[in-house]
């Protein structure tokens, strides 16, 4: 596993697919981030939703990185395509991981907070892991493993995208942003955030086995 996640990284570096995602994402930290002041919970909301839209984009592009014939070697070397599959995401949710330390320091430095706790990073680090699992999970499901037509697959991610930040309520994204704006007190939405985590987790458990599932009915 580990040397499929080394193989992906690589092959990630030298096409440069990582790019474009990656400079939406610091661009979305500087417009939606800079010369804020306040209480930290909006602001840590923000990254995570820039965290959301560049995870997404980030996984389509990693998930696409072989063609048919490149990946049915890579699939062989294996042994299962499960592992080729289980690298991918594992190569999205590293690369994230990297992220999240930009998103949490980034504000703090372009803003003004006067008081920063440690109830204040832990819901920033819930908040960007949670988007980060569903941005992911729409990618893998929205990947061109799934669909074969890269403009179907573009619809689906941008659908999942908006219903999962607009519709009103909905977990846990939407849900765990409309905590974060009314609620100043970072400690008390630490159990609310690690609700919607669990439930991103399980998300990306699905969007996994559907995509693995849909592979095999392919291959």
């Known amino acids: 596993m580990i040397a499929l996640i080394r193989y992906t990284f690589a092959t990630a570096l030298h096409t440069q697919r990582y790019l474009a995602p990656v400079l939406v994402f610091t661009a979305l930290m500087g417009v939606l981030t800079v010369n804020g002041s306040g209480p930290l919970p909006p602001a840590y909301a923000s990254s995570a939703g820039a965290l959301f839209v560049g995870s997404t984009w980030l996984t389509i592009a990693l998930m696409s990185l072989d063609d048919a014939p490149q990946r049915a070697i890579v699939v062989i070397s ?17 690369s994230c991981l990297v992220l999240m330390v930009f998103g949490l320091l980034f504000p703090l430095w372009a803003g003004d907070y006067e008081v920063v706790t440690a109830s204040d990073l832990l819901l920033g680090l819930e908040a960007q892991l949670t988007c980060a699992l569903v941005g992911i999970a ?32 909905m977990p846990p994204v939407n849900r765990l942003f409309n905590l974060m704006a009314t609620t100043s007190d970072s400690a008390k939405l630490l159990a609310p955030a690690a609700g919607m985590l669990a439930i991103a987790a399980v998300i990306l458990a699905g969007s996994t086995a559907v995509t693995q599932y849909v592979i095999s009915r392919k291959e």
């Open 78 to 94: 294996s042994g299962r395509s499960l592992k080729v599959l289980l690298a991918a995401v594992g190569t999205a949710l590293t």
């Open 138 to 169: 729409i990618g893998v499901l929205c990947s061109r493993l799934v669909f074969r037509r890269q403009g179907y697959a573009l619809v689906a991610a941008l659908a999942l995208v908006m219903v999962t930040l607009f519709v009103k309520g």
